[in-house]
């Protein structure tokens, strides 16, 4: 990894994921691509919560988390944003193929999708999509 792409970049990143390995290893990841402004829930209910008080620059939405799942907590974020006159992108983090349910994840509001187990190429590619 070259020394720009572990320039430290400071925007705003939301993590919602219930599993504490895969938290570990997605901040993981975007601390190795110099992403250190994170901040990590463990459900859908936590992460509106967060949205409500801090503009992010992007979400990692875990679909299928308790409480409030990822697919009604976007919807919830939408209806929120919409009324703002905002869009934060919110990439799903999932353990099924995009292929098989990638209009799913549009219809609920979501931007892309990432599957686990998450390669940090790929992080990579979505986060220069969204946030450059």
Avoid: W
Avoid at 18 to 25: A, F, G, N, P
Avoid at 26 to 35: A, D, F, M, N
Avoid at 43 to 68: H, R, S, W
């Amino acid at each position: 990894m070259t020394s720009a792409e572990r320039k430290e970049n400071k925007q705003a990143i939301l993590l919602a994921e219930d599993s504490s390995v895969q938290q570990l290893v997605i901040v993981r990841q975007l601390k190795k691509l110099g992403y250190t402004n994170l901040t990590t829930v463990s459900n859908g209910q936590e992460a509106m919560a967060m949205v409500k008080a801090y503009e992010y620059a992007l979400i990692l939405m875990d679909c299928e988390m308790p409480i409030l799942d990822g697919f009604e907590a976007t919807l919830l974020i939408r209806d929120y944003e919409f009324k703002l006159g905002r869009h934060t992108p919110i990439i799903a983090v999932s353990g099924h193929s995009f292929d098989n349910n990638a209009q799913r994840y549009l219809e609920k509001g979501m931007d892309d999708c990432l599957i686990k187990p998450i390669k940090i190429e790929e992080l990579k590619i979505l986060l220069e999509k969204y946030l450059s």
